[in-house]
């Protein structure tokens, strides 16, 4: 939380990566307090690693100062204290951390617990669901990083072919 | 008492993730905004994982011994989730080195200048 703060303080684009990549780290942490083990992995490098140097690569390529904005900050704290305030209200209606009689244990979940064991044959719960149960989710979300891969590489490889055609000065698109 | 520490975890997630918002609607830098839109998102993780605790479980891995665990779905979602974040994130950095490169800046105004002068 206190990283977080301080990206908001800071102007030098490359401490403000440096602070997410140990936010993220920190927020790894605490997904293996709350046993989630996977996702800390997952966390830890896919966010603290891969995200950190895809920033780093971009800062690379454009400009690592921030310049002063002229902007009050007024209108966007208030949007986001009255916003803040909603979401409050609203989890007083949440079920309570860490009761196992929360609805969220109650539906599909024991039965994934209770016979995952039997039907896939893999120890680790989040696998076999992940990998079987919820096999198509996981065929969308290769194939949402597929689509991510190729605009990508269209914007960016597209622009280095078409780089030197569109050197001279006076072309305007 | 009990309540008041019964949902500190979603007070928790309130703060991140309007810290994340505040980045992403007052920021003028766009790397800035994608940081903001970031710890946004990790907010919204840790919404879900903490959902899924259980005081007392273990990890959801099959063991011999009659423990509890905890809720696995939710760790599903968020496994999902992650990878997804981060293609759309590198989406979002490509367009940002696409901007500098047709602007020459990754100011918000200044784009917004130099495109109002285009047009004109």
């Known amino acids: 939380m206190v990283t977080a703060v301080a990206v908001i303080r800071m102007r030098d684009l490359f401490a ?6 140990i936010y993220s780290l920190v927020s790894a942490g605490l997904f293996v307090v709350l046993d989630a083990v996977d996702v800390a992995f997952t966390e830890a490098s896919v966010g603290a690693g891969v995200a950190t140097v895809f920033m780093l690569g971009t800062l690379a390529l454009t400009t690592s100062r921030e310049k002063p904005s002229s902007r009050s900050p007024f209108l966007p704290l ?22 196992p009689n929360d609805p969220i244990h109650k539906h599909v979940a024991p039965h994934y ?21 919820r096999g198509y ?14 605009g990508v590489l269209l914007l960016i490889g597209g622009a280095r072919r078409r780089k030197p055609p569109t050197s001279d000065k006076d072309s305007s698109p | 008492m009990a309540t008041v ?30 940081v903001g839109l970031n710890v946004f998102q990790t907010s919204v993780f840790i919404l879900y994982i ?18 509890v665990y905890t809720n ?18 590198s989406l979002g950095l490509a367009l ?22 285009e047009s004109l």
């Open chain 1, 137 to 150: 989710d996981t065929l969308g979300e290769t194939a949402v990083i597929f689509t991510a891969g190729i």
């Open chain 1, 113 to 133: 617990i209770e016979e995952s064991g039997a039907e896939i044959g893999i120890p680790n719960i989040v696998t076999s669901v992940l990998a079987s149960y």
């Open chain 2, 96 to 117: 940002v080195v696409r901007i500098n490169e047709a602007y020459g800046t990754i100011e918000e105004d200044e784009i917004h200048s130099l495109s109002e002068e």
């Open chain 1, 78 to 99: 208030l949007v986001v204290f009255i916003t803040g305030a909603a979401l409050i209200y609203g989890t007083l209606d949440f079920p309570p951390f860490g009761d």
């Open chain 2, 50 to 67: 903490s959902m899924g605790k259980i005081f007392g479980g273990t990890a959801p891995i099959l063991v011999e011994q009659p423990v």
């Open chain 1, 16 to 21: 403000i990566v440096m602070l997410f990549g």
């Open chain 2, 5 to 34: 520490f019964g949902y500190f975890n979603y007070w928790v997630v309130v703060v991140l993730m309007m810290t994340g918002f505040y980045v992403v609607i007052s920021a003028n830098n766009l790397v800035k905004k994608l």
């Open chain 2, 72 to 89: 696995p779905i939710p760790h599903v979602l968020i496994l999902t989730a992650i990878v997804v974040g981060i293609a759309t994130t």
